[in-house]
């Protein structure tokens, strides 16, 4: 049987056979010629997302339908030289060509002109790529618009490995937009500096050009460049996160009372590794919080101490139980459900601290004038020590008469936490453990 002749049949019939076709037919129809790809394009395919990887003698693209596993999907490879074992798969396709870059863009090209894509998310490798060429390969390489970009440099495991440099990242950092998420992939050499510690990025519109953190998003596998004033400078509305670092469970305590007592917002979303040698007494010491404890993954709610000024008060700080040194620090407003149950119990311990320091000051103060009044002679001065110890006695009263009020609402608070949480179990599946700090005991 011949093939259908479909570049000339009328559009609405080839729009028909188009429509039969599944997804990878319609991605290779789209590469065949560019008269094919307009007839695809006239059906309005939507794309979740297109991988790009840039690289001198191997770059590949993969075009996805969807994010679900075993989903549509169809990937090109192109050579510079192709191994002779490379079988092509109904999945994907080898190609040997003379320039694997040039031709990896023209098909991602030609793939973003005819599918409506939601997500382009770009990769180049810039292994032994060094400032003196780097400059040209990037302006070279990064040659279409993408919502993310991942750069993959030496692994510190690997023979050879030269890490970033202050010039070799700056020259990356200087290549993307803003507006996307920026991922590095390669170690960074350790006295990396840039312009302005302070890097502030809010609602993805950057304050300062070309720092390390003034993206939609960021994700360093190599931060043991970044020290504690860095990580404080650091204000992002999106997800910052460094896969390793020299920061141990007492660092990251600090860091934890220094967002607990900050004047404003800092970061929504960070991720960090720690030291292997976890210890959770130390990274929550001194703080006042509720835990939950899942089957596989722990969390750990603080609240902010100023809430005038600020917005994301509420911190979920959570780990899997397998791997507790990789910690996750995500903030939020403490006003919508289980969520808000927390927050007011973690103001409840609050207030009961305060109120605690004080009884503790006004029973001083009650012993040191039982001790005045013991060793006073003059009947008017006995008097007025007598009056002053009613007024200090009736404001003591006070205060535990609020003390005992806040501590009666326990019991509403473990009803609220736990019907919330067993919510959350019915539909994760998991098994819950929850320890919070009693009002009774604080």
Request: charge should be negative; aromatic fraction near 10%.
């Amino acid at each position: 049987m011949s093939p259908l002749p479909i570049l000339n049949l009328p559009d609405s019939a080839a729009d028909l056979v188009v429509k039969l076709l599944d997804f990878r037919e319609k991605v290779k129809l789209c590469m065949s010629s560019k008269r094919s790809a307009k007839v695809v394009k006239r059906a309005k395919v939507k794309v979740n997302y297109i991988n790009t990887h840039m690289e001198e003698t191997s770059s590949h693209t993969f075009i996805y339908e969807t994010e679900l596993p075993g989903g549509n999907d169809l990937g090109a490879f192109f050579y510079s030289k192709k191994s002779e074992f490379l079988k092509s798969s109904e999945r994907h396709y080898n190609r040997e060509v003379v320039n694997p870059i040039q031709e990896n863009i023209s098909h991602a090209r030609r793939l973003l002109e005819t599918f409506e894509v939601k997500q382009l998310r770009y990769s180049v490798c810039v292994k032994n790529k060094k400032s003196e060429i780097l400059k040209e390969y990037l302006t070279r390489v990064v040659a279409i618009d993408y919502d993310s970009i991942d750069f993959s440099g030496m692994m510190f495991y690997e023979e050879g490995n030269v890490p970033l440099d202050t010039e070799d990242l700056s020259l990356i950092l200087e290549t993307v937009k803003p507006d996307a998420g920026l991922r590095i992939h390669g170690t960074i050499s350790s006295d990396f500096k840039h312009d302005n510690a302070s890097s502030i990025c809010i609602y993805s519109i950057s304050l300062f050009d070309f720092q390390p953190f003034n993206f939609k998003s960021v994700h360093y596998m190599d931060g043991g460049w970044v020290t504690m004033d860095v990580l404080k400078s650091i204000r992002h509305s999106g997800r910052v996160e460094f896969m390793l670092t020299n920061f141990s469970c007492k660092d990251f305590n600090e860091y934890i009372h220094y967002w607990v007592n900050s004047k404003e917002d800092i970061i929504r979303d960070l991720s960090i590794g720690l030291e292997r040698d976890f210890n959770e007494r130390v990274l929550l010491d001194n703080l006042a919080f509720a835990t939950c404890q899942c089957r596989y993954k722990t969390y750990h709610f603080i609240k902010a101490k100023n809430n005038e000024n600020r917005k994301f008060t509420f911190a979920k700080v959570s780990y899997d139980n397998s791997r507790p040194y990789k910690v996750d620090f995500e903030t939020d407003e403490p006003d919508v459900g289980l969520a808000a149950v927390i927050f007011k119990h973690l103001e409840d311990i609050e207030e009961i601290q305060k109120l605690s320091e004080v009884v503790e000051k006004i029973e001083e103060l009650e012993m040191k004038c039982m001790e005045v009044l013991e060793g006073e002679t003059s009947d008017t001065e006995k008097e007025r020590i007598r009056n002053e110890m009613e007024i200090v006695v009736k404001t003591r009263n006070l205060i535990e008469t609020r003390l005992d009020a806040i501590r009666s609402q326990w019991k509403n608070f473990l009803k609220n936490i736990y019907s919330g949480l067993l919510r959350v179990a019915g539909i994760t599946d998991t098994t819950l453990r929850v320890t919070v700090t009693s009002p009774s005991y604080v």
